[in-house]
């Protein structure tokens, strides 16, 4: 043959390999004693024309050599695909050694065939079955890819899936198989990219793996098992990661009101992935409606407020990003973002982040009255004089501009204050270029009402 499947099919050739399979079909059929081909071989040339034929109908360039007929010792028990780097793991099986390497750092330390558990988890090449798949290859004119970088994360194995529905499975059995089955699932969804993109091929399985949750949810007080809480909700928070889950996950039922229930009672490390959570999901603008419209600003806003170390930042972030919406900041308002916020920073407590909510926050009416109200401006000035962080300083400058042009009484305060340091000059030359707009605006207020004072 001039060309094998493989090369004609890149060559996008159908009528060569039309050619070519009535040979062998010919060959199959008629005469059984033909010297070219042997029967069995003549079969599996014919397998790959029709694969390669296959695979042109629907648009395709070329044949994956790994959908190519092969024997089946060559293939993969994990990917069913031809093996490129065969190796031998402890029990005596052979694996194509992306494939294994893959469930052994998803924390699997058992044979994918014969579940037996490891005695170490050292790979040792196997030549053997190596160098009979060059050999296969090398009659049929295929060529391995090198299998260094072979591995797609996103790839889910067959033995992925059928994993995957069995822990789904559990998630209807009793609470110590809920509990175990929840374990894996957050470990695995932590590890493997693929088994995050398995939950979002449908809502059922958000619905399935939250079936525990759901059916608790009006007896709180009979108590949902914390640990099996905290495992579903950073679940939650570990599929929401991947990018195409988002929308999926928001739409789903009751996976918003679950995470709120989490923000509310759930442990310490519950509620902060619970918040981490909602600010992952928030990367959605309608994620961001969906979540405002549920309720979830009051209790991330009593979850910073509450000081955890470990919830203060998520909470932080889920309420700067849902609050990129005007109807969110509004909620953050009324449920009492502002005096939370300015009672951390003038506590010294996360101080540049905050000030980036409450900068976003100073576009509402309201909220600014509520900083005038609660001291900002020394709060403001004091941050503006001593930090070293010029983001923090523009965010400092952005409000207090906002509040001189809301509230007039306040002039005084800042023009004590260029009086005694200088900060607003220093700023409107040393800033950065918002900081030096916003800063020059104060100024020419201060002298605009020096002005009129002095006329007067």
């Not at 994993?163 to 209807?172: A, D, P, Q, R, V």
């Amino acid at each position: 043959m001039a060309k094998t499947a493989t090369t004609a099919a890149a060559d996008g050739d159908p009528a060569k390999l039309k050619r070519e399979l009535r040979v062998l079909v010919k060959a199959i059929l008629e005469d059984e004693d033909n010297k070219n081909y042997a029967i069995e071989d003549a079969i599996d040339r014919a397998k790959e024309l029709l694969s390669a034929l296959k695979d042109l109908k629907a648009g395709k360039r070329t044949t994956s050599f790994n959908s190519l007929s092969c024997p089946p010792q060559f293939r993969c028990p994990l990917s069913k695909r031809l093996m490129r780097d065969p190796v031998i793991i402890s029990t005596g099986q052979t694996y194509d050694k992306a494939y294994i390497q893959k469930w052994l750092k998803a924390g699997q330390r058992t044979c994918p065939l014969t579940q037996q558990v490891l005695s170490h988890t050292l790979l040792t090449p196997n030549y053997l079955i190596r160098d009979m798949i060059s050999q296969w290859c090398k009659t049929r004119g295929i060529e391995i890819p090198d299998p260094i970088g072979c591995l797609n994360e996103d790839e889910v194995t067959e033995v992925d899936r059928d994993h995957f529905f069995s822990l789904l499975n559990k998630m209807s059995k009793s609470v110590p198989e809920q509990k175990a089955a929840a374990k894996e699932v957050r470990l695995l969804t932590k590890r493997m990219p693929s088994f995050r993109a398995l939950f979002g091929e449908s809502s059922e399985f958000i619905t399935l793996l939250l079936k525990p949750l759901i059916e608790r949810r009006d007896s709180w007080s009979d108590g949902i098992d914390e640990n099996l809480q905290e495992d579903l909700i950073t679940i939650l928070l570990n599929i929401s990661i991947h990018d195409s889950n988002k929308k999926l996950v928001g739409e789903t039922p009751m996976v918003i009101p679950l995470i709120i229930d989490a923000l509310k009672c759930g442990t310490p490390e519950t509620r902060s992935n619970a918040a981490a959570a909602l600010f992952t999901l928030s990367a959605l603008d309608s994620n961001k409606v969906q979540i405002g419209k549920s309720g979830a600003l009051k209790p991330l806003i009593d979850l910073l407020d509450e000081g955890h170390p470990l919830a203060m930042k998520d909470a932080a972030s889920a309420i700067f990003n849902l609050c990129m919406i005007q109807d969110n900041k509004a909620r953050a308002v009324k449920e009492g973002a502002v005096g939370v916020i300015l009672k951390k920073i003038k506590n010294e407590v996360h101080v540049d982040e905050l000030l980036v909510i409450l900068a976003m926050l100073s576009t509402h009416q309201r909220a600014v009255e509520e900083m005038s109200e609660l001291g900002v401006v020394s709060c403001l000035l004091n941050i503006t004089r001593g930090s070293s962080c010029a983001r923090s300083k523009e965010n400092c400058i952005a409000i207090l501009y906002t509040v001189c042009i809301n509230d007039r009484t306040k002039l005084r305060e800042m023009r004590d204050e260029e009086c005694a340091y200088g900060t607003l000059s220093q700023l409107a030359q040393e800033g950065t270029s918002r900081a030096k707009r916003k800063a020059s605006g104060i100024l020419e207020r201060l002298n605009r009402a020096h002005n009129l004072t002095h006329t007067a």
